[in-house]
């Protein structure tokens, strides 16, 4: 009942949000392919021409098709085929779905600790906030590829180590925002009011200050999922990420990347332009949420 | 000005020590090099004299200041795989890294600045819109596909530059280098492009919003008060006044090169640390590995104290008393 008072205004407008973001056709662009890569990857075996893994699948007499040429059987190759004879197509959908979901667990494990921990820094202040802004400063001094490539050379390769790697260097990311909104929403007169009635510090963050500090957060989380996709993308095609089991865009870029000397472009060329057109996306709508969300530059 | 460089010179060596402590941590606490080095048939006194030998017996903290000090002498034992002072292999292929971001600093300012200049003549224009457009570009394009879409274009389908290796080198004063010969120019080129990329993003933006800044400032319309044309004034003014955050920025961007010429080097198979560490990483050579991580973090933390030193003498303003 008395809560109803100390309540934080509730986000205002994000109907408003919606609405303005439909007015930028770049960014709508950028949603309709990012949704389309989604339903692609969920149902990847739906679109696929065969199980890329199949080993039984596919067979080396169709290696290296041009796009278009028909193999052996008649089946038609739109991307052609690789240095096994595996269908290119098949094989980047199932690329496309490792590299987002590698992407989107490392993003989303690095929100979860980068806003605890920014969080716990803005309301404790003293040493816990100068120590995890001491770890922010340093990380953010040594190029995060750097910091990756390390952990991978501790770790080894593999699917959770590739997601820890990514997650060492984003937390970071999440914590300076986090931390940075909340300072201001802490210093506002609802929160004054919740910590005179009493309630506790977690009921604070969590029902008070960090909804407010949500807007920020989501332009940050959407950039930070191309930067995950990125990062995966460059650490594979340099062979120290994701196993050749669980060939990601990178990987396959990679593996084309040793034929693309003698002339057979399209192993590599098409992975990439996937790569490319899966950031780009993701890069129109956060660029749009930026404007959208940011209160400095909202306009009008 | 020396109580400055005091504190910076603190905060680098801080900065050191927390990543040399972590490389100990990471690199010698987790996994046990002994069972690596060790044939599967030998006895456990074997096993107890190498332990013995290599200081594996001593509690971790004696382990770290035994750790730290070989760092000070520079000693991070034998690489595995190359047989020789793990430090030397590294300082032999660093100059091959050196002159890549020296190339790759040199094309982003040369292009960068004057594309600059040209977008913030006249900001909003067509021309503007587009080059800000294709500096987004050249900040989201990961740059190993960058990499692939220059040697598909200018080595595979048009034949113009090589794409492996570094081309003969030339020696001036006893430096030796690629950049002293053609056919050493003619490989550099495309890698040094490919590094460019993104710190040419970078000098593009800043140049652009620093000539928007600096037309409506006063000295600028006094000198356009007194009749100078407007070329004069850019040359003559405003690039004086741009210069400051540029050299900060193309320092600081140095620093990240030499970390971003892993990905650059192991494409244009460029004999450089970078394509080093991705090999010594491969195949587990932790001595290899430690020696580029505190050699590579050093260097940052030289450049960055550079940077702000250099910083504080060109602007008054940001002197500290």
Same mark, same amino acid.
């Given at each position: 009942?008395?809560?109803?008072?100390?309540?934080?205004?509730?986000?205002?407008?994000?109907?408003?949000?919606?609405?303005?973001?439909?007015?930028?056709?770049?960014?709508?662009?950028?949603?309709?392919?990012?949704?389309?890569?989604?339903?692609?990857?969920?149902?990847?075996?739906?679109?696929?021409?065969?199980?890329?893994?199949? &080993?039984?699948?596919?067979?080396?007499?169709?290696?290296?098709?041009?796009?278009?040429?028909?193999?052996?059987?008649?089946?038609?190759?739109?991307?052609?085929?690789?240095?096994?004879?595996?269908?290119?197509?098949?094989?980047?959908?199932?690329?496309?779905?490792?590299?987002?979901?590698?992407?989107?667990?490392?993003?989303?494990?690095?929100? *979860?600790?980068?806003?605890?921990?920014? &969080?716990?820094?803005?309301?404790?202040?003293?040493?816990?906030?100068?120590?995890?802004?001491?770890?922010?400063?340093?990380?953010?001094?040594?190029?995060?590829?750097?910091?990756?490539?390390? &952990?991978?050379?501790?770790?080894?390769?593999?699917?959770?180590?590739?997601?820890?790697?990514?997650?060492?260097?984003?937390?970071?990311?999440?914590?300076?925002?986090?931390?940075?909104?909340?300072? *201001?929403?802490?210093?506002?007169?609802?929160?004054?009011?919740?910590?005179?009635?009493?309630?506790?510090?977690?009921?604070?963050?969590?029902?008070?200050?960090?909804?407010?500090?949500?807007?920020?957060?989501?332009?940050?989380?959407?950039?930070?999922?191309?930067?995950?996709?990125?990062?995966?993308?460059?650490?594979?095609?340099?062979?120290?990420?994701?196993?050749?089991?669980?060939?990601?865009?990178?990987?396959?870029?990679?593996?084309?990347?040793?034929?693309?000397?003698?002339?057979?472009?399209?192993?590599?060329?098409?992975?990439?332009?996937?790569?490319?057109?899966?950031?780009?996306?993701?890069?129109?709508?956060?660029?749009?949420?930026?404007?959208?969300?940011?209160?400095?530059?909202?306009?009008? | 000005?020396?109580?400055?460089?005091?504190?910076?010179?603190?905060?680098?060596?801080?900065?050191?020590?927390?990543?040399?402590?972590?490389?100990?941590?990471?690199?010698?606490?987790?996994?046990?090099?002994?069972?690596?080095?060790?044939?599967?048939?030998?006895?456990?006194?074997?096993?107890? /004299?190498?332990?013995?030998?290599?200081?594996? #017996?001593?509690?971790?903290?004696?382990?770290?200041?035994?750790?730290?000090?070989?760092?000070? !002498?520079?000693?991070?034992?034998?690489?595995?795989?190359?047989?020789?002072?793990?430090? #030397?292999?590294?300082?032999?292929?660093?100059?091959?890294?050196?002159?890549? /971001?020296?190339?790759?600093?040199?094309?982003?300012?040369?292009?960068?600045?004057?594309?600059?200049?040209?977008?913030?003549?006249?900001?909003?224009?067509?021309?503007?819109?587009?080059?800000?457009?294709?500096?987004?570009?050249?900040?989201?394009?990961?740059?190993?596909?960058?990499?692939?879409?220059?040697?598909?274009?200018?080595?595979?389908?048009?034949?113009?530059?090589?794409?492996?290796?570094?081309?003969?080198?030339?020696?001036? %004063?006893?430096?030796?280098?690629?950049?002293?010969?053609?056919?050493?120019?003619?490989?550099?080129?495309?890698?040094?492009?490919?590094?460019?990329?993104?710190?040419?993003?970078?000098?593009? $933006?800043?140049? $652009?919003?620093?000539?928007?800044?600096?037309?409506?400032?006063?000295?600028?319309?006094?000198?356009?008060?007194?009749?100078?044309?407007?070329?004069?004034?850019?040359?003559?003014?405003? %690039?004086?006044?741009?210069?400051?955050?540029?050299?900060?920025?193309?320092?600081?961007?140095?620093?990240?090169?030499?970390?971003?010429?892993?990905?650059?080097?192991?494409?244009?198979?460029?004999?450089?640390?970078?394509?080093?560490?991705?090999?010594?990483? !491969? $195949?587990?050579?932790?001595?290899?590995?430690?020696?580029?991580?505190?050699?590579?973090?050093?260097?940052?933390?030289?450049?960055?104290?550079?940077?702000?030193?250099?910083?504080?003498?060109?602007?008054?303003?940001?002197?500290?008393?």
């Amino acid at each position: 009942m008395t809560d109803a008072v100390a309540v934080a205004p509730p986000p205002r407008g994000m109907r408003r949000v919606l609405r303005d973001f439909g007015r930028a056709p770049g960014a709508v662009l950028g949603a309709v392919v990012f949704a389309a890569i989604v339903v692609l990857c969920v149902f990847a075996p739906v679109f696929v021409i065969h199980d890329p893994y199949d &080993l039984s699948a596919f067979s080396i007499m169709d290696a290296r098709l041009a796009p278009g040429e028909r193999d052996f059987a008649g089946v038609a190759h739109p991307l052609g085929t690789d240095e096994q004879g595996r269908d290119l197509w098949s094989a980047i959908v199932y690329g496309l779905r490792i590299s987002l979901i590698v992407a989107a667990v490392a993003s989303a494990v690095s929100f *979860v600790i980068g806003t605890a921990l920014g &969080l716990i820094a803005a309301y404790r202040r003293g040493w816990v906030d100068a120590l995890v802004m001491r770890v922010v400063d340093i990380q953010l001094a040594i190029p995060s590829i750097l910091v990756a490539l390390v &952990l991978l050379a501790v770790l080894g390769r593999g699917v959770d180590k590739t997601i820890i790697a990514l997650v060492t260097v984003q937390w970071v990311y999440f914590a300076r925002t986090v931390r940075a909104s909340a300072l *201001v929403e802490m210093e506002k007169e609802y929160v004054q009011a919740a910590k005179l009635m009493g309630f506790s510090g977690l009921r604070i963050l969590m029902r008070h200050v960090l909804p407010n500090c949500l807007p920020p957060l989501t332009v940050v989380a959407t950039v930070e999922v191309a930067h995950a996709i990125t990062l995966e993308a460059t650490l594979s095609f340099l062979g120290v990420g994701l196993p050749v089991t669980e060939p990601s865009l990178g990987r396959l870029v990679y593996n084309g990347f040793q034929f693309m000397l003698n002339g057979f472009w399209w192993i590599s060329v098409f992975p990439a332009l996937a790569l490319l057109v899966l950031v780009f996306s993701i890069n129109l709508v956060s660029d749009r949420l930026r404007d959208l969300l940011n209160p400095r530059r909202r306009r009008g | 000005m020396g109580a400055y460089l005091l504190k910076r010179l603190l905060e680098g060596a801080i900065v050191l020590a927390v990543v040399s402590l972590l490389v100990f941590v990471g690199v010698y606490a987790i996994g046990d090099p002994v069972s690596l080095l060790l044939s599967p048939d030998a006895n456990a006194e074997t096993e107890a /004299a190498l332990r013995r030998s290599m200081g594996l #017996d001593l509690p971790l903290w004696q382990q770290y200041a035994v750790f730290v000090g070989n760092l000070f !002498q520079g000693e991070f034992g034998q690489s595995f795989t190359f047989r020789q002072d793990a430090m #030397d292999v590294i300082l032999i292929r660093l100059p091959a890294t050196l002159e890549l /971001a020296f190339a790759a600093i040199v094309l982003a300012v040369a292009i960068g600045v004057p594309l600059g200049l040209i977008a913030g003549a006249r900001p909003y224009s067509g021309v503007d819109r587009g080059l800000v457009t294709a500096s987004i570009l050249g900040f989201s394009m990961p740059t190993f596909m960058v990499g692939l879409a220059l040697i598909l274009v200018f080595s595979v389908w048009l034949g113009w530059l090589p794409s492996t290796g570094r081309g003969e080198v030339g020696t001036v %004063l006893g430096l030796s280098s690629s950049l002293f010969t053609l056919d050493g120019l003619r490989h550099v080129l495309l890698p040094a492009l490919n590094l460019a990329l993104f710190p040419m993003a970078f000098v593009i $933006r800043l140049t $652009r919003s620093g000539m928007i800044e600096a037309m409506d400032l006063d000295f600028v319309r006094f000198a356009r008060a007194q009749g100078h044309p407007d070329g004069w004034i850019i040359r003559n003014h405003v %690039l004086k006044y741009i210069a400051i955050p540029i050299v900060t920025v193309v320092g600081m961007q140095f620093g990240l090169l030499i970390a971003f010429a892993v990905v650059t080097e192991s494409i244009f198979a460029w004999p450089g640390v970078g394509r080093l560490i991705i090999e010594a990483i !491969q $195949r587990l050579d932790r001595p290899l590995v430690v020696a580029y991580i505190m050699v590579v973090v050093t260097l940052f933390v030289v450049i960055n104290i550079a940077v702000d030193l250099v910083y504080a003498l060109l602007d008054p303003r940001v002197r500290p008393r």
